[in-house]
């Protein structure tokens, strides 16, 4: 269990960075008291599954974008994905081999 709290914790730390806020007032915003955050990054406490549905609400991410770690930054990919729809195809092809070369460094 302690390794599913460490993940819980990097990944809420991860995200709330993202997103610019400090932990106490993202423990405000979702309505608890100022050092609840803290204390989940402390490892000291883990949200109600309540709680973890406003804090993904807060963070703008789902529960599954919170959990893939692979996605280090869900609110900037929705968006960019948002954005590349608005494409035709040869832009997206162009965006393609963009990709393609930063990949390679």
């Known amino acids: 269990m302690i390794v599913c709290e460490e993940l819980f914790k990097k990944r ?6 993202n997103k610019g ?8 915003s979702i309505g608890q008291s100022e050092s609840y955050i ?11 599954m309540s709680v973890f549905f406003y804090i993904c609400e807060y963070l703008g ?11 280090k930054n ?3 990919l929705k968006s960019v994905i948002e954005d ?12 393609a081999e ?7 460094r």
């Open 12 to 17: 809420l730390i991860e995200l709330r960075m």
């Open 21 to 28: 806020v400090s932990a106490r007032d993202m423990s405000l």
């Open 38 to 48: 803290n204390k989940i990054e402390n490892t000291t406490a883990l949200p109600s």
């Open 61 to 71: 991410v789902t529960p599954s974008e919170f959990f893939d770690a692979d996605i």
């Open 74 to 76: 869900p609110v900037k």
């Open 84 to 95: 590349l729809k608005q494409l035709d195809d040869k832009q997206l092809d162009t965006i």
């Open 98 to 104: 963009l990709v393609k070369g930063l990949k390679k």
